[in-house]
């Protein structure tokens, strides 16, 4: 898919609603070819990452703890959802 999907499973502390948001956000935004929200866009647009965001959110809360070695350092949040959370505050 993208590069820029961003893991949230395993962060430490745990993925914020407002990163699994920024999350769906960024995959309804690429799979739909959507740059930029328009009125004929918006609708679709929010109702598709609203869908996505709540099955990310029970996706993470059914799938086990993230195993990681001892000596591993968990994923880093990405700077761009980040700045997507910061802009949305």
Same mark, same amino acid.
Request: charged fraction near 25%; proline fraction near 8%; charge should be negative.
């Given at each position: 898919?993208?590069?820029?999907?961003?893991?949230?499973?395993?962060?430490?502390?745990?993925?914020?609603?407002?990163?699994?948001?920024?999350?769906?956000?960024?995959?309804?935004?690429k799979i739909?070819?959507?740059s930029g929200?328009?009125?004929?866009?918006?609708?679709?647009?929010?109702?598709?990452?609203?869908?996505i965001a709540?099955?990310?959110?029970?996706?993470?809360? #059914?799938? *086990?703890? +993230? &195993?990681?070695?001892?000596? $591993? #350092?968990? *994923?880093? +949040? &990405?700077?761009?959802?980040? $700045?997507?959370?910061?802009?949305?505050?």
């Amino acid at each position: 898919m993208s590069g820029n999907i961003t893991l949230l499973r395993g962060l430490e502390p745990p993925a914020t609603e407002q990163e699994i948001y920024a999350a769906a956000q960024e995959y309804v935004r690429k799979i739909g070819g959507v740059s930029g929200l328009t009125t004929t866009t918006k609708a679709a647009v929010d109702k598709a990452v609203a869908a996505i965001a709540a099955a990310t959110t029970q996706l993470l809360s #059914e799938l *086990p703890e +993230r &195993r990681l070695p001892s000596e $591993a #350092e968990p *994923p880093t +949040r &990405r700077p761009r959802v980040t $700045a997507v959370v910061e802009d949305a505050s």
